[in-house]
């Protein structure tokens, strides 16, 4: 079964530092995402992508995080410099094309990047 | 972003029992409705959309009421596998982030 894949599985950083979170989604698949869930907090979204572009972003995603599609296969999370309060789970979803160009709105999950900030 | 809200549990179910959580959403404008089922530090997965007529999936069956933004789940013949944090998660349209409740905790006792 194809599944997202997600590296690494736990990114150790220290405060203010870069770190650059990678995602595989399904092959076939055109709209991808980011969520983060602090530990004992609910999953939140922070942004989708699509053609290329972001089509949309929550009020979380602000001018540290970016997003990228370097190449065909993978999508990042950049978090610029890092705080305490990034310490979370980064989860990245996808999404296939259904008809008429829309998405269809089931999301397949990667296992996640659990990401410490010391 | 508009919240959807479930009663945290945790709910303590004996093996075989029948169990029952629901959640409500406040935005109107929500077109999509699923539960999805999260185990201890895992990725969310899953568990079934859930239609305008209602739906089953074998133990499972889910019930939306648009009137009363509300959204049911209904677990028959528990096992101890079902035991897991049950998110409800809307969304408006297909490409949109999905809006997650924070879950309901579920335990299956032998």
């Known amino acids: 079964e194809p599944e997202v894949t997600q590296t690494p599985s736990h990114q150790v950083t220290q405060m203010g530092q870069e770190v650059i979170l990678r995602c595989v989604p399904i092959s076939n698949h055109l709209y991808f995402y980011w969520y983060r869930q602090i530990l004992g907090q609910k999953v939140e979204f922070l942004v989708s992508f699509y053609n290329n572009e972001i089509s949309e972003k929550s009020e979380i995603f602000d001018d540290q995080f970016s997003v990228e599609r370097p190449d065909g296969s993978n999508f990042t999370l950049k978090i610029r410099s890092t705080k305490l309060e990034d310490s979370a789970m980064y989860f990245c979803a996808s999404s296939a094309e259904g008809l008429a160009g829309i998405a269809k709105n089931i999301q397949y999950f990667g296992a996640g990047t659990r990401l410490s900030v010391l | 972003r508009k919240e959807v809200e479930q009663d945290p549990g945790p709910f303590n179910v004996p093996e075989g029992a029948t169990v029952a959580f629901n959640c409500t959403y406040s935005n109107s404008a929500s077109q999509s409705f699923f539960w999805y089922r999260q185990d201890c530090r895992k990725e969310p997965k899953l568990l079934m959309s859930?239609?305008?007529s209602g739906n089953e999936d074998g133990r499972f069956t889910a019930q939306l009421n648009r009137a009363s933004q509300y959204i049911s789940l209904l677990i028959r013949d528990s096992k101890l596998s079902d035991s897991a944090t049950y998110l409800c998660?809307?969304?408006?349209?297909?490409?949109?982030?999905?809006?997650f409740g924070k879950g309901t905790h579920l335990i299956i006792q032998p």
């Open positions: 859930v239609y305008s």
């Open positions: 998660v809307v969304t408006q349209r297909g490409a949109d982030g999905l809006t």
